[in-house]
């Protein structure tokens, strides 16, 4: 079996730490090198919740998507909630390693995971990296749809593609105008607004769209917007780096034994539409 420190090497390779950005905390958290590893487990959070079911699991690494600390840290004492995920992850064998940035730029990556969750065909990176000469590496994609598709049925596809949350998906535009080219971006999305307008793309999908750059994005062209929760977003790349770890683990002959988590950590629990009798009318 391998030891924690070859699963990394592998993680590694998949999401190199280089391609993260500056202001990321990405990489192994927690964890001993030298431990043998036979379960991975894959979330979006590395939340109390998901700490716990790795430990029920028997897994043995927790890899997430959301780094754990992210603006760095002086103590991991158990009297927060941060620190209690350290103590009960070491208390139990379990090592904590991060891929977050670096795997947004990656190929593929957390964005190709929503297009493919969604069955959309990818024609490339939204946002190029700039030390790939392939072009195919960088933040968001740019996607093809195999036919024109009202923007009402495209939000219902996605809707039922993605997995349920309290928020649901949020749209702005004509239902009945025709989509075929489409930007998508796991993860909060409207910094790159500029990117999509200059790609002409009739529609954009992403998470935690702000009011006044949706709004201003709406006045400056009639892109039409697709709103989903930041989780629902991510949580497809769990599922395509889980396999892309088993396709390394078959090549190497490790016998590794891999599982997503299905434990919604979106934090919103419910949503209540408005009032139709509240102002303004």
């Not at 190709?112 to 024609?123: M, Q």
């Not at 971006?185 to 702000?210: H, I, K, P, Y």
């Not at 088993?246 to 919604?264: C, F, K, M, P």
Request: hydrophobic letters at 45%; proline letters at 7%.
């Amino acid at each position: 079996m391998p030891v924690l420190s070859d699963v990394i090497t592998a993680l590694d390779g998949l999401w190199p730490r280089a391609w993260a950005e500056q202001w990321d905390a990405v990489g192994l958290v927690c964890g001993d090198p030298e431990a043998e590893v036979t379960r991975v487990l894959f979330a979006v959070d590395p939340v109390r919740e998901v700490a716990e079911q790795a430990v029920a699991t028997g897994a043995q690494l927790l890899v997430t998507h959301h780094p754990l600390y992210l603006r760095g840290t002086t103590t991991v004492a158990a009297d927060g909630f941060k620190g209690r995920v350290v103590h009960t992850l070491i208390k139990h064998g379990v090592a904590l390693h991060v891929a977050h940035t670096n795997a947004d730029r990656a190929d593929p990556g957390v964005s190709d995971a929503l297009a493919g969750a969604l069955g959309l065909r990818v024609t490339g990176p939204l946002v190029p990296a700039p030390d790939d000469p392939t072009g195919r590496r960088g933040l968001g994609r740019l996607v093809e749809l195999d036919a024109p598709t009202p923007l009402g049925a495209l939000a219902e596809l996605a809707a039922a593609r993605l997995p349920h949350t309290a928020q649901g998906l949020r749209i702005a535009g004509d239902q009945d105008r025709e989509i075929r080219t489409l930007a998508v971006c796991g993860g909060s999305g409207d910094s790159l607004f500029d990117q999509v307008r200059a790609a002409g793309v009739d529609a954009f999908l992403t998470a935690d769209l702000r009011h006044h750059p949706a709004s201003e994005a709406r006045e400056h062209s009639p892109l039409a917007l697709l709103d989903a929760a930041h989780w629902a977003t991510e949580w497809p790349w769990c599922q395509q780096a889980a396999a892309q770890l088993d396709a390394v683990s078959e090549q190497h002959g490790w016998g590794l034994r891999t599982e997503v988590s299905r434990l919604v950590t979106d934090p919103w629990t419910v949503q209540l539409p408005s009032s139709t009798s509240g102002a303004p009318n």
